[in-house]
């Protein structure tokens, strides 16, 4: 009944879905029992049928819940009145007022037992105590709050005095409240205050006088519904329709903490101008914007209406902690989604139980966990204008057909690269064939030596040129300078962990462009985070672009990063760094924005890792011009404190393994052991240093991934919702607070709502 009577008024007035929301609650107040007042006669009170949550709930609520409700911390007695199975074991005997210990205190005169005490300077009116002995006298039955009672299944139309002034269903009930209150409908406004109403309520503007003109001229049956539509049909109606729901979503475009730095929301913006002016149902106007990522094969603009869920607050003020803010974001999904989707109030629960609506703490981590698998970080970029991930690049119909093709060609060139594999196989016997020891070394020192961009040796020779901050080669140190020592490899650089050492060479390279780093180093303890040399200007506050080598919890980790963590390629090694002793590094990576294209070395031999990011789509080289190679700091991160470093090399190129080992063997002065080549490693170095086919088609895939990139990287971006393949723990938070860990929770929707059906995914 109440979808028939929603459905024929929104089909006569032809309004908008979305004002489902508040239709529904208008119609709950329009359907709902008017109650007793609190002045109501004691005659009116023996004659009503009482009902908890009309009349009851609002009196123990004011009066009794601070003691005797759900706040386990204030509650006295042990007596929870909120709560059927306390209340009638020790305060309400059902039917019998006179036995119920809740009637003899309220009735009492004695200072020392009435409720609520005096001291409180609370007390109960008259008719307040003699609803709560009828309650009782009926049944003491308990209700639900009506907002979690689910709407009933048929509504009976309410009985009137002017059955002619009703149109519709829906007259009824309005006409039902106006007699109830003693009122009399007001009479039909006249045609100009009508048009003035329509047009400023559908559209935000007042009528034209054309618009007056026509309306007033126009003497036919459907003058109205012909004026609603024309005012539905406006591009204006959107834009004013969406005023409200952008201020429920908390739409800015800008960031809104500290310097309040611009952000591009505004195409969310007009895909909700949109939705209403296409009269997108409200069912999918909800589902969109709260995972429309998930959906089927979900579309560009399914995916753009869960910007929704980014609108949030966002800061990089310095010394913020990343994963507070993170938490911060989370947050405001969940109160978001309570306040815009259920008209409610989940923050109380965040840090409590919820102290008057039925919402455990549980139940608020449980639902938050739905909101906290997004692969973003807590911090926007400081130093350059990326878009905290994830994200939707806002490509034209034009763009997306290029870039397609662009695709399909590095896909096709991969190819080729591939079919040279076996297509050279013959030539690479004859290559190996003529081969013999000392002409295979040389050919492996000239295409390592041919590659190499930059060399820093730190010997006590240099020690000036370090200092020298003119230097064009070396840019100078940050703090004081790394102290020289005589290490393994000659002269080691001990540094602080406040200083640093700076380069220009190796600061030019991009995703596309295929590198090797290499160096010695010496780590004393197990760290649980380092930098040890970095391309990027920060760490959070430039979402750490550029590339790097840390050591986390003792491990190397290699990072190739346009805005960590959602648009980045990160590998960590399987195995433990080992401590307090000499160990060559080098890191290689192919150019192809993939985590397969990083090879981490230690001591001339490739290790195992573990890929814990793979999704690089955009540049890794700074906005503002910081791009120099640095050893031993960043800009508010951890340095590589009492650590040890020697012998830096750069090369323009993804060197080979047999290039690597020959790289650690002739530092420690040895030459390679050729017997312990085998046969692939071989067979890569042929390809990629001695076969001009291989070569030449290696170089126009780098090409077609540089125009590619030309095409791809000044497209826009947007954020937006992207479901992380394995699902984050998400732990209750003791008081809130990020770092308080409680127990683990598992994903739900409160208790006192109608639980998820169990085929249906937990996302």
Known sequence: MLLRLLTEFLDRAKARLPLLPLLALSLAWLISDSGLAQEATPAAVAQAKIAFDRDIRPILSDKCYFCHGPDADSRAADLRLDNEESAKASAIVSGQPTESELIKRIMSADAEVQMPPPSSKISLTETEKQLLTRWIEQGAEYSKHWAFVPLRSSIPIPSVKQHDWCQNSLDFFVLAKLEQAGLQPSPEADRATMIRRLSLDLTGLPPTPDAIDQFLADESSTAYEDLVDRLLASERYGERMAIEWLDLARYADTYGYQNDRYRAMWPWRDWVIGAFNQNLPYDRFIVWQLAGDLLPQATREQILATAFNRNHRQTNEGGSVEEEFRQEYIADRVNTFGAAFMGLTLECCRCHDHKYDPLKQRDYYQFASFFNNIDESGLYSHFTQATPTPTLQLSTDEQLSLLDTQRMNIAAQAKVLDSLVDNVASKFSEWRASLNADELRKQINDSTHRSLVGDFPFEAADKNRVENRANPELAGTTSEDPELLGGKVGNGLKLSGENS????????????????????????????????????????????????????????????????????????????????????????????????GVVLYVDGREVAVDVVRDHLTKPIHGEDGANELTIGQRFRDVGFKEGLVDELKVFNRDLTSLEVSQLHASDEGQTLDLAAIKEPQLHEFYLRTQCAEYLAAREQLTVLRQQYSASNDPIAEIMVMREMEATRPTHILIRGAYDALGELVERGVPRSLPAMRSDLPRN
Request: no cysteine; aromatic share 12%; glycine share 8%.
């Open 501 to 596: 050492i700076s380069f220009k060479t190796g600061g030019d390279f991009t995703r596309d462009t295929p590198f090797t780093l290499s160096l010695w180093m010496n780590s004393p303890k197990r760290f649980e985070r380092a930098v040890v040399l970095h391309r990027s200007k920060a760490w959070t506050d430039s979402g750490s672009r550029g590339y790097e080598l840390l050591i986390e919890d003792g491990k190397l980790s290699v990072g190739v990063i346009h805005f960590y963590p959602g648009n980045a390629i990160r590998v960590v090694a399987q195995e433990v760094l080992p401590l307090n002793t000499w160990t060559h590094v080098a890191i290689s990576y192919d150019g192809s924005s993939r985590a397969a």
